[in-house]
Nanobody, 123 residues
Framework: VQLQASGGGLVQAGGSLRLSCVASGRTSRVYDMGWFRQVPGKEREFVAAITWTGLTTYYVDSVKGRFSISRDNSKNTVYLQMNSLKPDDTAVYYC?????????????????WGQGTEVTVSS
């Protein structure tokens, strides 16, 4: 499975961005999907996850009420709508697929990763 993330950019604090992640390859199977973020010198941080049905979502506390994860299985795409952005949200955002153990917050539990898209929030 190959994942291609896009949608990052530079935005002012309080603004919005929508990230997209398109899956290709073995897409006959639908996977749980997630978003992580990472800043230089820090560990990769869990942001959000969505089950393969799209019925259940999970978020890190710091983004609850501001970020929303969704998916369109007909397009093999998962989205991360980010509103009310803060400078602390600045990071490279990565999408991930397939966490067999559903240990959402553990990067090691995810099998497939995209290349990352950079988000910069200016104050």
């Amino acid at each position: 499975v190959q994942l291609q993330a896009s949608g990052g950019g530079l935005v002012q604090a309080g603004g919005s961005l929508r990230l997209s992640c398109v899956a290709s390859g073995r897409t006959s199977r639908v996977y749980d999907m997630g978003w992580f973020r990472q800043v230089p010198g820090k560990e990769r941080e869990f942001v959000a996850a969505i089950t393969w049905t799209g019925l259940t979502t999970y978020y890190v506390d710091s983004v609850k009420g501001r970020f929303s994860i969704s998916r369109d299985n007909s397009k093999n795409t998962v989205y991360l709508q980010m509103n009310s952005l803060k400078p602390d949200d600045t990071a490279v955002y990565y999408c991930a697929a397939d966490s067999p153990t559903r240990s959402w917050a553990n990067p090691s539990s995810w099998r497939y990763w995209g290349q990352g898209t950079e988000v910069t929030v200016s104050s």
